[in-house]
RNA sequence: UGGCCUGUAGCUCAAUGGUAAGAGCCGUUGCCUUAUACGCAACAGGUUAACAGUUCGAAUCUGUUCGGGCCAACCA
């Protein structure tokens, strides 16, 4: 023991969270030995490493160690602190650090600037709930300044907690100066980017069609559209309308057809509302249209109409085609029809047809007024009509559509919607912001279009709309509708989409170059970039710009107050010039707060308060709009470091990224905002490599959430299991962008827990830390401290370069799979090895040589493999585990210094061009054959061990030969390099091999597909069967001649020997058992000979357990009495000496009984069902 | 509603189109251990969500359906 002091817990349940550690400092002076520990207590290492990072400030060094070399760019995406850390943020953060610590020790530079994301509608809305207030109250119940001011407090209510957790999972991220998204710096930056667009003529003001809440009388954001029960079935009335044709050149056709009388073009609505603003109908290019004669089912009047032919169905019945009109009832039912004509929607293109609801303030002229040259009432063609319902013909109101809208763009159908005397769009829309009509639209004028007010009394205008089309002969169908529709989150009615002012970026513009340019972009997975981004991208909007809040950074557009001059400000600097000009030739109060400094902070009410001056002299204010916080985020390339005011070096350093990582609900968030301004303003990527990760679930796989309650606490998950058994888990349990669902149990009357962190902890960290253990406690006894040279990996034994020759190929995967950014997969490899390579097969088979015999050259190579081995593992794992990885390596180099290195963090990767480590430095240990017939030794072992359970006898019990057939060239020669550690670890005496040529055992044929299916193709099966019939003879033949002659249809087939699999399946009179080409036969036989061996070993292992349980040190000697008689005796007699040297005993005496009570340390043995009684004594 | 992802043992995950679909966890039974947290062996557990197709051969490729997830939402 080193002096280190671990109180083990009073309770009788261990938990290793609660254990109170005192450790002494970490490195005393040049210790001799390695720190042995008492238990696997990673929060405690974990504790301890922390703080020794914090005071050698070992992340700070880790960058500066690299100046000079090449720089890694990476961005950290800002997480908003006005919320708790969730376990997905650490999943996120995990795959950031472990990529970052990777090339940090491949040897790049790695800078990690944090960050924080402070604006946006959460924080706003986290306030006003906080406050007891809504949006209408500000400005009036509270200042904006208040107000602002109150956001500005809260966003970073957090960051503790953030901190917190960025410490205790080892999160290494720079947050001693974070860019900040509302510091004014920031701002400008933003500011200058905006007013880049600006100058390109990227930055635009126009009408989109948004949700709207006519009953809150506000807009809505896409976020409160998506608030949950926000999508109600509702019961409106929708009517299919009758668009009279125009005849003209166009729709002669269809005239024609109809013998010149008047036809219609049916279009249904479920908001007849709407009716009055129609100005077009859209049909689908490639879709079937018919015309149609039948009778108005109202009316009851013949009249012909257009519909698409799939949906002839939803109107008539089939049996009714070329029925007689004669015979129709009047009844509006069983309509009679005939099919006139049929033609592609792309035929229709461009019919005219009559007004359906002509009044005065819809009427040619306001529309032709407000958007000259328009040409409404046309058909039109676009992608987005389906024949899921309705008629295939698409009633296209502009003002409330945003399909509407664009393709009513696309035609020049005009707009109810112009530009005001002062400048705002919403005046002459049909409906008002109230949700009512406007005069000038007859009986309907100043009628709710929906019930917003609760009046009782209240009359459905649909229902009249719908009653008057019936009566003019414009109503095919008029009926009760259920559908989903939107409804405001806040006053429960239906909202509707209205024409509203908007500030947009004309990404649409450069969609082509941001679809080239994504494609050079390393995507994982790819899927994500091809399909779900790509697709995006294909089919992109211009970027909606505006918000109308008051917590975010203001447009910095100024304009007069007729519309007709404004300037976009792109610097403080700027502004403030703007500030004092303004004053000085408008004169008066104007700006007189900000003469003296200027302005002092960017955000609302400040900047709105400030006046400008036009080129023509006129007085210029602000635009009301905030921007989306996406673009704050989007723009921190450049914002984080205040270019191009500042930092004009650094900027073009870190620029663009080489890998970003965020979740994949990122994917048209940061991802596509990042490459959105990069591609604008820079003409470029923003990022090389991005890795979207997935969410993370719960164990029944639903999202997480407080509402549920299914969360899991993170720092809960971090205390009781350490950062790294968490961090372990995370990345080795599944691959980063598959959905993780988190195991977590619940037990009534016990602490929460996680079955997969558990199972980590033990079996990954407890391997590895019991690896170390033995290691140490033994490297102590000898006093191995790496001193000796290093041994030739040639002139170790077979097994030390055997795990070497793993260790390296483990090396060489580790690298390539990281350098692909798939940790998960490097973590499997890394498990793996340390699991079933280095503890249970190295150490295993090799425990002996470290503690038998003296201190020369084979237990030099023991030690100097194994040390290897743990220091490399220390390396390999240090991305993904950062602490107890530098724990267990800093234990390590404490004692050897073959690192002239303070943390693991500080050295290169295994495999790095520059290693120190000779053996792993080029892959040069790699010895493919010699793994391969490890790999047999393993099998052979285990099958022998199979066989000895079948039979029960004890692996202790000595067995005399097995039996092994070798099958092709090669195998024993193979087999016979490893035969002594099988035979050690089975416990048998001898190998004997059976050669091919033997005619002993029967064998097996089966063809080789992978050989074979490639060359043969359909004769496959007819080779199959023949040599399933092939006999003994046939087999034997093959592999004497090498190739065999299969007729297969009158035509041969030759077959090698590599076209087979040949095995052995019996050898009659033996135990067999076989796996692959691998077969081994036992003798059972227990010969009176073996018999006495087997009870000397097992008396061996009785007293070792005696020597453990008493706690002798490793190294006391011994006196032993036993109470043996007859045939026991004799057994133990004849291997006296070799009992002696096992249990370092000087004397074994023999003696006729000990009767309990008769002396010290009596203890009852059990060997073989024979009991007796025994003496074990420290000597002296 | 659309786009993308996903569905393999009770649970978590494997399986270059190649023929008994494998591990680990959980359960039961033995065993090994001078490494108290490892493991070995055995038992148990599967119509690879369903259906159809392509192929000599499909968990894997294609189509349809169903379930789960994410994102985007306006479907008339």
Not at 588 to 609: F, R, S, T
Not at 824 to 846: K, M, P
Not at 958 to 964: E, H, T, W, Y
Not at 1115 to 1132: H, N, Q, Y
Request: negative net charge.
């Amino acid at each position: 023991m080193t002096g280190v002091l671990l109180f083990q817990p009073v309770c009788c349940q261990p938990s290793f969270a609660y254990i109170i550690v005192t450790l002494p400092p970490f490195r005393t002076a040049m210790s001799a030995k390695y720190r042995e520990l008492t238990g696997l207590n990673l929060p405690a290492f974990e504790a301890e490493i922390a703080k020794q990072w914090s005071e050698n400030h070992t992340f700070e060094k880790s960058i500066a160690i690299r100046e000079g070399a090449k720089p890694f760019v990476f961005y950290e995406g800002p997480p908003s602190a006005n919320g708790m850390p969730g376990i997905h943020h650490v999943i996120s953060r995990t795959l950031k650090d472990l990529v970052c610590r990777y090339k940090t020790m491949k040897g790049f530079k790695v800078n990690r600037k944090g960050g924080w994301d402070t604006h946006g509608l959460p924080i706003e809305l986290g306030v006003e709930k906080e406050l007891g207030i809504t949006k209408e109250d500000i400005g009036k119940k509270i200042s904006v300044e208040e107000y602002n001011q109150k956001c500005r407090e809260a966003v970073l209510r957090y960051k503790d907690k953030w901190d917190d957790i960025t410490k205790k999972m080892g999160y290494w991220v720079d947050l001693n100066d974070p860019y900040i998204t509302f510091k004014n710096e920031y701002i400008e930056t933003l500011w200058w980017l905006l007013s880049e667009l600006y100058k390109k003529g990227l930055l635009y003001e126009s009408v989109s069609i948004q949700p709207y809440s006519p009953a809150a009388g506000t807009g809505l954001s896409s976020h409160e559209l998506n608030q949950p029960g926000t999508y109600k079935d509702v019961k409106d009335t929708s009517a299919v309308a009758m668009f009279r044709a125009v005849n003209n050149e166009k729709s002669k056709f269809l005239f024609d057809a109809a013998n010149n009388e008047e036809l219609f073009f049916m279009a249904w609505t479920t908001t007849p509302w709407t009716l009055p603003s129609n100005l077009g109908l859209t049909v689908g290019a490639n879709i079937d249209y018919v015309l149609v004669k039948t009778v108005n089912p109202y009316l009851h009047n013949t009249i012909h109409v257009v519909l698409a032919k799939a949906l002839l169905g939803k109107y008539f019945k089939a049996e009714n085609e070329n029925s007689d009109f004669a015979a129709y009832k009047n009844d509006g039912k069983n309509l009679p029809y005939a099919i006139l004509t049929e033609c592609k929607g792309s035929a229709i293109e461009g019919c005219e047809y009559e007004q359906l609801l002509p009044f005065q303030a819809n009427s040619l002229e306001s529309i032709q007024g407000l958007t000259p040259d328009a040409k409404p009432f046309r058909v039109m063609v676009d992608s987005f009509v389906t024949t899921e319902d309705g008629t295939g013909i698409v009633h296209t109101a502009p003002d409330f559509g945003a399909d509407d809208f664009k393709v009513g763009q696309k035609y020049n159908l005009g707009f109810f919607t112009g530009i005001n005397e002062y400048g705002k769009l919403d005046k002459l829309v049909l409906v008002d912001r109230e949700g009512k009509f406007v005069d000038g639209l007859g009986e309907f004028s100043g009628r709710y279009v929906k019930n917003y007010k609760d009046d009782p009394n209240y009359i459905d205008v649909n229902v009249d709309i719908s009653v008057k089309l019936k009566k003019e002969n414009r109503a095919f169908k008029v009926e009760k509708y259920e559908h989903n529709y939107p409804h405001c989150w806040r006053t429960d009615k239906p909202i509707l989409y209205y024409p509203l002012d908007a500030w947009f970026i004309k990404t649409t513009a450069i969609k082509d170059r941001m679809v080239e340019l994504n494609k050079t972009i390393n995507w994982k997975p790819q899927s994500t970039g091809e399909g779900r981004f790509g697709n995006w991208l294909e089919n992109m909007v211009d970027w909606n710009l505006s918000r109308s809040r008051y917590w975010g950074t203001p447009l910095p557009i100024w304009r007069t107050e007729d519309g007709e001059e404004e300037v976009c400000i792109g610097s403080i600097e700027e502004l403030n010039a703007g500030i004092r000009k303004a004053s000085e030739v408008l004169g008066g109060d104007v700006n007189k707060h900000y003469l003296h400094e200027g302005i002092l902070d960017l955000h609302k009410p400040y900047v709105d308060d400030i006046i400008l001056v036009s080129p023509g002299g006129k007085p210029m204010k602000r635009v009301p709009d905030l921007i989306d916080v996406w673009f704050d985020s989007g723009a921190m390339p450049y914002a984080q470091w205040h270019f191009p005011f500042e930092n004009k070096e650094t900027f073009k350093e870190s620029f663009p990224a080489d890998f970003i990582a965020e979740g994949v609900d990122q994917t048209r968030g940061w991802f596509y905002t990042l490459h959105a301004i990069a591609c604008l303003v820079f003409d470029s990527v923003a990022y090389k490599t991005v890795v979207s990760n997935g969410l993370v679930l719960d164990k029944n796989g639903n999202k997480m959430s407080k509402r549920l309650g299914n969360v899991v606490d993170p720092f809960y998950t971090i205390n009781k299991y350490g950062a790294d058994a968490t961090r372990w888990y995370l990345i080795t349990n599944a691959s980063p962008w598959d959905n993780l669902k988190f195991s977590w149990e619940k037990p009534e009357d016990k602490p929460e827990y996680s079955p997969g962190i558990e199972e980590v902890q033990r079996k990954f960290f407890g391997t590895l830390y019991n690896t170390y253990q033995f290691f140490a406690l033994y490297a102590n006894v000898d006093g191995f401290a790496f001193k000796e040279a290093y041994i030739p990996v040639a002139q170790r034994p077979e097994i030390d370069r055997w795990i070497l020759s793993s260790l390296s190929t483990v090396v060489k995967k580790a690298n390539a799979f990281m350098d692909d950014y798939e940790p998960t997969q490097a973590g499997r490899v890394i498990e793996d090895f340390v699991d079933e390579h280095l503890s249970n097969w190295y150490v295993r088979l090799c425990r002996r040589r470290f503690w038998k015999g003296d201190y020369e050259q084979d237990k030099i190579c023991a030690y100097q493999t194994l040390y290897e081995c743990l220091e490399t593992v220390c390396r390999l794992i240090a991305p993904v585990s950062p602490f107890f990885s530098d724990f267990i390596f800093q234990n390590l180099n404490a004692v050897t210094n073959r690192f002239d290195a303070v943390s693991v963090h500080h050295v290169h990767y295994p495999g790095t061009a520059s290693a120190e480590s000779p053996a792993v430095a080029g892959y040069d240990a790699i010895d493919e054959a010699l793994e391969e017939r490890m790999q047999l030794a393993q099998d052979a072992s285990s099958l022998i061990l199979s066989l000895r359970k079948k039979v029960n006898i004890k692996v202790r019990q000595p067995l005399q030969k097995v039996l092994i057939p070798v099958l092709g060239s090669g195998m024993k020669e193979q087999l016979q390099k490893v035969e002594d550690l099988v035979k050690a670890e089975v416990n048998i005496k001898e190998v004997e091999y059976l050669e091919a040529d033997n005619t002993f055992i029967r064998k097996k044929i089966k063809p080789n597909f992978v050989a074979l299916g490639k060359r043969l193709g359909a004769k496959m099966k007819a080779v199959s069967a023949g040599l399933a019939a092939f006999t003994q003879e046939d087999i034997a033949l093959l592999e004497k001649e090498g190739q065999y002659n299969l007729p297969v249809e009158g035509e041969p087939v030759i077959l090698q020997l590599s076209d087979v699999d040949i095995t052995s399946e019996d050898i009659p009179g033996w135990m067999v058992a076989g796996k692959g080409s691998l077969t081994v036969a036992l003798d059972v036989t227990i010969t009176p000979e073996l018999e006495a061996e087997g009870n000397a070993r097992e008396f061996v292992n009785r007293v070792q357990k005696i020597r453990k349980d008493t706690g002798f040190e490793l190294t006391d000697r011994i006196e032993v009495k036993v109470a043996a008689t007859d045939g026991l005796k004799a057994s133990l007699a004849q291997y006296k000496d070799y009992i002696c040297a096992e249990i370092l005993a000087d004397t074994l005496e023999f003696v006729p009984e000990i009767p309990q009570g008769s002396a010290e340390g009596i203890q009852g043995i059990d060997i073989n069902d024979v009991s007796l009684n025994v003496i074990v004594s420290k000597k002296g």
